[in-house]
Each structure stands twice: as structure tokens, then as C-alpha cells.
């Protein structure tokens, strides 16, 4: 079946450092990849997303680019800020199978940024 | 507006009780999802619902899940005779549902706590 490895954590960085966090999967059919970030104490949210190969999803300054060749789907973010402690989980979703969206999660990378 | 919202935030059960788990999807969303974010599993699908269709239950992992929807709105989960593996976050997810991407909205989650 499918599925997603990312890298384990914890990741500790200095503020206004360069974050990456690896992210690759497996699957059959052609999916859409996501992240999601999970801040403390806070629900699951969508980071960003692409939906076919080579297309490049963003938000809030991160970036992560959809690599078919290399079946990679890798984070990045050029400055991180303090604000940007959390938990981040690489997805995927292929909904020409069955349970719709339904997402398949990576183990999640903790990430923790100091002043 | 109002989010996906759970209930309860925390349940601390005992081993073989049965315990029931709701949630309240953003209205108007016709598609639910259930999930489980546990520490030796990571975060896994369980059960889906669409509109008016019979779930997908593929994720369940035993016989004591079952889940129910009603009115296409919200949803139950119910465990029976619970285990310790079985403590976890248990989170909802709804959306939209139909041809292209849609977004799952995810509640704050169930913590479930089995003695």
C-alpha cells in the first residue's frame, strides 16, 4: 500500500536558521502530497500542498516541491522563527482510491527553534 | 466560523468499557474522516464517510470500532471493550467532497486514556 517516511526528530535549529525536513513515499496510483503542521496544543492544520509532479507548493515561507523522479516531497524553509516550533507530518492522498482524500501520514519530524 | 468540533477533550477509561467518541463536522461539509494519532503508530486512517454511500472502514483495526454518522452530519465512534493499545488522540477531519483537491479540516482531537 502506500506510504510516507520523513525524517525523525526532534530538530533543533537556531532562529533565523535553514530548515529542511526529507520527506519521501511510495504509491501505486498519482497523488497529491501535503504537509501539515501541528503547533502546540493546537489541532492539525494544511501547510501546503501540490497536486502533480514539479508543482511547487507554499505558505507562511515554506516551500516544498512535488520530485516524481525521486518520489520526494522535502520542506524547506529559508529563515525559521521561533513561531515555527511544531510538529510537521509529511501526507499523501490519492482519491481515484477508495475513502476519498483520505490521507496516508508520515511519522511526523518535531521541530524546535531557539532564540 | 465554527470549526470541526470533538467531544469529549479527554477520557480516561477502564480496560473492557466501552466508550463513545463525537464529533461535529463544519457544516455543510459532506465528507468526514476519523483518524488516530497514537505514539506507537503514528497518525492512521480508520473510517470515512460520504454523503449518503456505505464508509469506508478499511482502517478500523478490530471488530470493536464502529462508527456511525447521522443525518450526514455528526459522528460517533464507539469502542467496545476497550484495551491499553488503544489509547491514542483520536482526531475528525470534514470537508467538502467532490472532483478536484479539498481540504480536510481536522477538530482538536479525543485524548483517550485506557487503565
Known amino acids: 500500500g502506500d506510504s510516507v517516511t520523513q525524517m525523525e526528530g526532534p530538530v533543533t535549529l537556531s532562529e533565523e536558521a535553514f530548515l529542511t525536513i526529507n520527506c519521501t513515499y511510495t504509491?501505486?496510483?498519482?497523488?497529491?502530497l501535503f504537509w501539515y503542521v501541528q503547533y502546540p496544543g493546537e489541532g492539525l492544520q494544511l501547510l501546503l500542498k501540490?497536486?502533480?509532479?514539479?508543482d511547487k507548493g507554499s505558505n507562511k515561507g515554506f516551500e516544498a516541491t512535488y520530485r516524481k523522479e525521486t518520489t520526494s516531497f522535502h520542506l524547506e524553509k529559508g529563515s525559521v522563527q521561533v513561531s515555527d516550533s511544531a510538529v510537521y507530518f509529511c501526507?499523501?492522498?490519492?482519491?481515484?482510491?477508495?475513502?476519498?482524500?483520505?490521507?496516508?501520514f508520515g511519522g511526523g519530524t518535531r521541530v524546535l527553534v531557539k532564540p | 466560523g465554527a470549526g470541526v468540533s470533538q467531544s469529549p477533550s479527554n477520557k480516561v477509561t477502564e480496560k473492557g468499557k466501552d466508550v463513545e467518541l463525537r464529533c461535529d463536522p463544519i457544516?455543510?461539509?459532506?465528507?468526514l474522516y476519523w483518524y488516530r494519532q497514537s505514539l506507537g503508530q503514528g497518525l492512521e486512517f480508520l473510517i470515512y464517510?460520504?454523503?449518503?454511500?456505505?464508509?469506508?472502514k478499511s482502517g478500523l483495526p478490530s471488530d470493536r470500532f464502529s462508527a456511525e454518522r447521522t443525518g450526514g452530519s455528526v459522528s460517533t465512534l464507539t469502542i467496545q471493550r476497550t484495551q491499553q493499545e488503544d489509547s491514542a488522540v483520536y482526531l475528525c477531519?470534514?470537508?467538502?467532497?467532490?472532483?478536484?483537491?479539498?481540504?480536510?479540516?481536522f477538530g482538536p482531537g479525543t485524548r483517550l486514556t485506557v487503565t
Open positions: 477531519a470534514s470537508s467538502l467532497e467532490g472532483t478536484g483537491f479539498y481540504e480536510q479540516y
Open positions: 504509491a501505486t496510483g498519482y497523488p497529491s
Open positions: 501540490a497536486t502533480k509532479a514539479d
Open positions: 501526507a499523501l492522498s490519492d482519491k481515484f482510491k477508495a475513502a476519498g482524500n483520505k490521507l496516508t
Open positions: 457544516s455543510g461539509h459532506t465528507a
Open positions: 464517510f460520504q454523503g449518503n454511500s456505505a464508509p469506508d
